[in-house]
């Protein structure tokens, strides 16, 4: 998303964009990007500085951190700010700023939910389909308790 400094009106914009999932890059398959990055933003100038503030939605997979299955995640930063100085004529990128915010927003122990029971640490069946049926000696984790 680009703001251009020239054609901002004096009273500010409303900007929403979806931005593509792209932008985002991030290592590794633990979050996905599928869908756009929804922007919403209101840009003004105040003197010499550009004041832009609104919220950003996305909704990434992400890998649970118990069970390792992927789950849809609703991501949201409602309080996205940006600052900046500027000069007639400039045009600022917001992009690197809104990725910026949505990293800093994911979770960093994702959950598929509070109740995950994960894997067993024997045979690595996943415990939210049940007991797994192996010969581990963890509580809850065999069919022999």
Do not use: W
């Amino acid at each position: 998303m680009k703001v251009y400094v020239s054609k901002l009106p004096r009273e500010g914009v409303r900007l929403r964009s979806g931005e593509p999932a792209g932008i985002i890059d991030i290592e590794g398959d633990d979050a996905v990007f599928d869908g756009p990055i929804d922007v919403d933003v209101f840009a003004r100038l105040t003197g010499d500085t550009l004041l832009v503030k609104g919220t950003i939605n996305a909704r990434p997979r992400l890998r649970c951190s118990r069970c390792l299955e992927y789950y849809e995640h609703t991501l949201s930063c409602p309080d996205y700010m940006f600052t900046t100085t500027v000069r007639d004529g400039d045009i600022i990128d917001l992009t690197e700023s809104i990725r910026e915010d949505i990293i800093i927003a994911l979770p960093l122990k994702p959950l598929c939910s509070e109740d995950c029971k994960g894997l067993c640490p024997e045979c690595g069946g996943s415990l939210n389909k049940g007991p797994c049926g192996c010969s581990c000696a963890g509580p809850g984790l065999s069919e022999q308790e």
